[in-house]
């Protein structure tokens, strides 16, 4: 880290004194002093984790995230489903039956350090934040308290009255995958199937053609391709 970067604790302070909740807080200046490449944050809903806090400039954190929910399965995932931290130094020394799919999927891809931690109310699991890096690496203690320190102050953003500002609409916290939600309902619609059904296929199509999800979805919803598979 710099030696004129910001510490984390500052960062919340000065998020926390704007009063506008995560929208004050910034993933770049986060990652930053953490020494790590990038951050997101994911809430837990019905179809897996809903990615609400990124930078836009990180695209392989974005990429890494929207392949987890594709996949179904990935340590920003087991974070959030178990409660407990997922701490992966190297994901190219993770034995290949622990998430099959994904070490395939971004075996010559970035990241190689993937660090994510729950964000806990108690028992209630909301979901998780995750840090990754470009070159593996255990986390130093230090940045491993500042990692668990961010999700504690991200959490109690979410859930106390600062929160607010997130959840409601003068400024919304922006959802990554809107257009995923807006294609599975199209696909609701046009096949007459579940909203659970329509989303298993979309995640179907966007891996068996090797296409990031993101992409499939803004073609259901445009009608700009050829998706037989998916569409009567």
């Not at 199937?193 to 179907?204: E, H, K, T």
């Amino acid at each position: 880290m710099p030696p004129d970067a910001p510490d984390i604790p500052a960062l919340l302070a000065a998020a926390t004194h704007a009063g506008q909740g995560l929208n004050a807080l910034s993933p770049a200046s986060c990652a930053l002093a953490l020494g790590l490449d990038g951050l997101t944050l994911g809430l837990l809903n019905t179809s897996g984790l809903e990615l609400v806090w990124y930078d836009a400039a990180d695209t392989a954190g974005i990429a890494f995230e929207d392949l987890q929910y594709t996949l179904g399965q990935g340590p920003t995932l087991d974070a959030a489903r178990t409660g407990e931290p997922v701490l992966v130094p190297d994901l190219h020394t993770v034995p290949e039956d622990r998430w099959p799919a994904l070490l395939s999927a971004t075996r010559d891809q970035p990241p190689r350090a993937v660090h994510a931690v729950p964000l806990n109310l108690g028992a209630v699991r909301l979901g998780a934040l995750t840090g990754h890096r470009s070159t593996p690496g255990p986390l130093t203690r230090p940045q491993m308290s500042g990692l668990l320190a961010l999700a504690e102050g991200a959490t109690a953003m979410l859930t106390t009255p600062q929160g607010i500002h997130d959840m409601g609409s003068d400024q919304p916290l922006s959802l990554h995958r809107a257009v995923v939600h807006q294609a599975t309902g199209a696909l609701t619609v046009l096949l007459g199937i579940p909203l659970d059904q329509a989303l298993i296929r979309l995640r179907a199509y966007a891996f068996t053609h090797n296409r990031p999800l993101h992409d499939v979805a803004h073609d259901v919803v445009h009608r700009h391709a050829d998706l037989d598979n998916l569409l009567p």
